[in-house]
């Protein structure tokens, strides 16, 4: 089937909120190995460094920050025993491949899109996609079982290197276009809400340097209270600096943007 253009997804602040389940898991995780809560603040400013995408990463390397800062003599913790705790607190600690047996923190994400948004870009002819750095469990929970989506196109944690390489984000790329990336193939926009997500489709960029690739962009839902209205502000501007075409302030308002960054025309 020909298409109009790619439509891609982060999964993590911009499919579901995660500050109260993967935000939480790395707080409580850091506490448990160093005694240390970490704030929302703390995390983002580690994370705008554009090379921290896995939250089991996060966790370590706050971690060892506060530990070496402190002169702490407390040992790093090997990262299968941090993994496992951080699991406990995220999917719950009753370990079960069935979702209806998690009990941790991811039980308090909510949406943050329906449906809908797949159904119009599909009625677009737009494909669509998701990139994500969770792990193939937690994103097929929230697509398939809270969304609905029937067999989404998806790379996880476990396809592909770690963003922002742009391996994963050009194989599905390839896999559901029409036609060969590049200079005659249709757009392809990735959305994601981090530093890291705006360097994958920069990177993207240098491997395919014929192909039209939009990198599109959005604050993690807690920063979208009104008391954290200038922190939003500076994590735009980290966002836009990273090389964003366009800060979106809903995932909802992604068609349109797209639609008006790549040119294709509405039905």
């Given at each position: 089937m020909t ?9 993590d602040?911009?499919?579901r909120?995660?500050?109260q389940?993967y ?8 506490r448990?190995f160093?005694?240390?809560l970490?704030?929302n603040k ?11 995408n ?11 920050r ?9 040992k790093?913790?090997f ?5 496992k ?5 995220y ?7 069935n ?5 941790g923190?991811?039980?308090?994400e909510?949406?943050?899109?329906d449906?809908?948004l797949?159904?119009?870009?599909s ?8 990139v994500?750095g ?6 097929k929970?929230?697509l398939?079982n809270r969304?609905g ?5 998806l ?5 592909a290197p770690?963003?922002?390489d742009?391996?994963g984000?050009i194989?599905l790329s390839e896999?559901?276009?029409s ?10 926009a990735?959305?994601?809400?981090t ?17 039209k ?5 959005v604050?993690?839902p807690?920063l ?8 939003r ?5 980290q ?8 800060i ?16 294709i025309s509405?039905?």
């Amino acid at each position: 089937m020909t298409v109009k253009g790619l439509a891609l997804f982060d999964i993590d602040g911009v499919i579901r909120d995660v500050s109260q389940s993967y935000r939480l898991a790395v707080q409580h995780t850091v506490r448990k190995f160093c005694g240390w809560l970490p704030n929302n603040k703390e995390i983002d400013s580690l994370k705008s460094e554009g090379c921290w995408n896995n939250d089991w990463d996060v966790s370590l390397e706050l971690i060892k920050r506060h530990i070496d800062l402190k002169g702490l003599s407390t040992k790093i913790p090997f990262q299968k025993d941090l993994i496992k705790e951080f699991n406990n607190f995220y999917f719950g600690d009753v370990p079960s491949s069935n979702p209806k047996n998690w009990n941790g923190f991811i039980r308090n994400e909510t949406l943050l899109v329906d449906k809908k948004l797949f159904e119009r870009l599909s009625e677009l002819e737009i494909a669509w996609g998701f990139v994500s750095g969770a792990e193939t469990a937690s994103a097929k929970f929230v697509l398939e079982n809270r969304i609905g989506l029937k067999k989404p196109p998806l790379i996880a944690m476990e396809d592909a290197p770690e963003k922002p390489d742009p391996t994963g984000l050009i194989h599905l790329s390839e896999i559901l276009m029409s036609e060969p990336l590049g200079v005659s193939a249709p757009p392809i926009a990735y959305l994601g809400d981090t530093v890291a997500d705006v360097l994958t489709v920069m990177e993207a960029r240098k491997e395919l340097p014929t192909q039209k690739f939009i990198s599109l962009a959005v604050a993690p839902p807690h920063l979208h209270s009104i008391e954290n209205l200038s922190d939003r502000r500076f994590y735009e501007t980290q966002l836009k600096n990273a090389g964003a075409d366009e800060i979106l302030s809903s995932t909802n308002d992604f068609v349109d943007c797209f639609l008006n960054l790549s040119k294709i025309s509405r039905l």
